[in-house]
């Protein structure tokens, strides 16, 4: 964080940015050509109240690539839009300037992806590597998948 940011955090601007942000989020529900039965406002401020949840998640609670964590950003009560009903969704931060090795067992299941993306649904970040190919091992149901950079040490 630079110093005005935190200065901004210090002196409570940061959150007053956000809650003027979240203002204007929640004006988008009462604008022009949107439907404006009970129903449909109702729902637009749940929807909303819910990616609000999921971003808070995301970003302040799961946001570390140096302790990455699995969490689930899509679910039966939250969803992002465009989620399939019978897929299992973890998310986790990573970087690609680190290395990581997930381990564990397949168990039951017959298709497994796990995909690296640089970026965001809004589009690329500027500045952001997306990580190396993995690797993926698999023997008599217990996985390994590694992503692996050159520079990183090798942690046992």
Same mark, same amino acid.
């Given at each position: 964080?630079?110093?005005?940011?935190?200065?901004?955090?210090?002196?409570?601007? &940061?959150?007053? *940015?956000?809650?003027?942000?979240?203002? !204007? =989020?929640?004006?988008?529900?009462?604008?022009?050509?949107?439907?404006? *039965?009970?129903?449909?406002? =109702?729902?637009?401020?749940?929807? &909303?109240?819910? &990616?609000?949840?999921?971003?808070?998640?995301?970003?302040?609670?799961?946001? *570390? %690539? =140096?302790?990455?964590?699995?969490?689930?950003?899509?679910?039966?009560?939250?969803?992002?839009?465009? *989620?399939? %009903?019978?897929?299992?969704?973890?998310?986790?931060?990573?970087?690609?300037?680190?290395?990581?090795?997930?381990?564990?067992?397949?168990?039951?299941?017959?298709?497994? !992806?796990?995909?690296?993306?640089? +970026?965001?649904?809004? +589009?690329?970040?500027? +500045?952001? #590597?997306?990580?190396?190919?993995?690797?993926?091992?698999?023997?008599?149901?217990?996985?390994?998948?590694?992503?692996?950079?050159?520079?990183?040490?090798? #942690?046992?």
């Amino acid at each position: 964080m630079s110093m005005s940011e935190l200065d901004a955090l210090r002196n409570g601007q &940061l959150w007053e *940015d956000f809650c003027e942000s979240l203002k !204007s =989020a929640g004006a988008e529900i009462l604008a022009e050509g949107v439907p404006a *039965d009970d129903l449909s406002i =109702a729902e637009g401020y749940r929807y &909303l109240t819910r &990616l609000l949840r999921l971003s808070l998640e995301k970003h302040l609670e799961f946001s *570390d %690539p =140096a302790c990455p964590q699995f969490y689930s950003l899509s679910h039966e009560t939250a969803k992002i839009g465009n *989620d399939n %009903p019978d897929n299992f969704y973890q998310n986790c931060a990573v970087d690609g300037q680190r290395s990581y090795r997930i381990t564990g067992n397949a168990g039951q299941v017959e298709y497994l !992806s796990i995909e690296t993306k640089a +970026g965001s649904f809004a +589009g690329q970040v500027q +500045g952001v #590597r997306p990580p190396q190919p993995l690797s993926c091992a698999r023997h008599d149901r217990h996985l390994a998948v590694q992503q692996t950079h050159e520079s990183s040490p090798r #942690r046992g």
